[in-house]
Structures are given as structure tokens and as C-alpha cells.
């Protein structure tokens, strides 16, 4: 398939997925003419790159842990270099922390909701 293409599939724009291929996170193969060419894994490669950018990880990180993955998201213990796994545990923290903090906010906002259906039920009970 060709960048457009890849491009609907996996909802990330053209400028994008040639930003990935720059920073090594995505290879696509070139046709006679030139035109980038992508296969299905790379939908699962896109789709694993921006599950990794969503939860934090920038891209310097990505480029190390994707060749560790594949399509079963298997790891591959071989490639883990000690500074890749220190790094992943301070991102793994991070993330945890992340995690806590919108946990938090997600179950304020809950609350929030919860007690304004509330007022708005009692208001419509007294109108009635």
C-alpha cells in the first residue's frame, strides 16, 4: 500500500508517518519509481508508535524498544541492553505516575458529573 493509504488506515497523516521513517521508527520498502511501499505489519507498527507516543514515550525511546517487539509484542531479552532497561523502568515509573494523576482527575470529573445529574434529577423532582 502506499503512504496514503497507510495513512487512512492508521489515522496518522502522511507528514507524520514520513516524521516516523526519519526518526527510524518506520521502513517502508520503495517501488521502481520510488513511491514508498507498506505492508500490513507496518499498519501494526503505526499503531504500536502511537500507542507508545500516547503513553509518553518520545521517539529516542520508541526507536530502541520497537525492534524488541514484534507483531505479538513479544520481547526479545537478547537486544535489552542494561541502559535501555534502566531507561524503560524510569519511563515505566513515570508512566505510573502519570497513570495515578489521571486516575485521580478522571474520578474527580466522575464525581463532578455524578453530582450535577444529581442536582439537576432534584430540581426537576421540586419543578414537578
Do not use: W
Not at 507528514?15 to 499498519?43: D, F, I, K, W
Amino acid at each position: 500500500m502506499r503512504i496514503g493509504q497507510l495513512a487512512e488506515r492508521t489515522g496518522v497523516s502522511r507528514r507524520l508517518l514520513r516524521y516516523y521513517e526519519e526518526q527510524g521508527l518506520l521502513t517502508p520498502s520503495r517501488s521502481a519509481n520510488g513511491y514508498r511501499e507498506y505492508g500490513e505489519a507496518h499498519v501494526h507498527v503505526v499503531e504500536q508508535i502511537t500507542g507508545l507516543l500516547d503513553a509518553g514515550l518520545p521517539t529516542r525511546i520508541i526507536a530502541q524498544l520497537l525492534p524488541c517487539l514484534d507483531t505479538s509484542q513479544s520481547v526479545y531479552v537478547s537486544d535489552v541492553t542494561p541502559e535501555m532497561l534502566a531507561t524503560l523502568r524510569c519511563e515505566q515509573a513515570r508512566l505510573s505516575e502519570r497513570i495515578e494523576f489521571l486516575t485521580r482527575n478522571r474520578d474527580a470529573i466522575a464525581n463532578y458529573v455524578d453530582k450535577v445529574l444529581s442536582v439537576k434529577t432534584a430540581v426537576r423532582r421540586n419543578a414537578d
